[in-house]
């Protein structure tokens, strides 16, 4: 299983990026997942995510109503839409993905995903 992050970039502030992720090895269809970050001395956090089963998606109140993610499950790839970026949005921004992630455990910082990938520098900085 390989997971192929890309998108990521220079932005001023205000701007946006679109990532996606490339899956390979693994079908998406009715499996979680979910997009990260991890800033230079802090701990990795989950930005947005789909769960199995509801279909839902989640995001944390720091991106709520600026990100927005997405599948598309004929070309097996992830998306995370970002606009209105901040300085704070500066990153590592990883994807994952998980056949055992329910629902809204998807957010759930403690869960782990079993497929990573390499991640894409988000730099958001005039």
Excluded: H
């Excluded at 205000?14 to 701990?43: H, I």
């Excluded at 600026?66 to 499950?73: L, M, Q």
């Excluded at 209105?84 to 993905?97: F, M």
């Amino acid at each position: 299983v390989q997971l192929q992050a890309s998108g990521g970039g220079l932005v001023q502030p205000g701007g946006s990026l679109k990532l996606s992720c490339e899956v390979t090895g693994f079908t998406l269809e009715d499996k979680a997942v979910g997009w990260f970050r991890q800033a230079p001395g802090k701990e990795r956090e989950v930005v947005s995510c789909i769960g199995v089963g509801d279909g839902n998606k989640y995001y944390a109140d720091s991106v709520k109503g600026r990100f927005a993610i997405s599948v598309d499950n004929t070309k097996n790839t992830i998306y995370l839409r970002m606009s209105s970026l901040k300085p704070g949005d500066t990153a590592v921004y990883y994807c994952a993905t998980d056949p055992g992630v329910f629902g809204e455990f998807c957010l759930d910082p403690d869960v782990e995903y079993d497929y990573w990938g390499q991640g894409t520098q988000v730099t958001v900085s005039s």
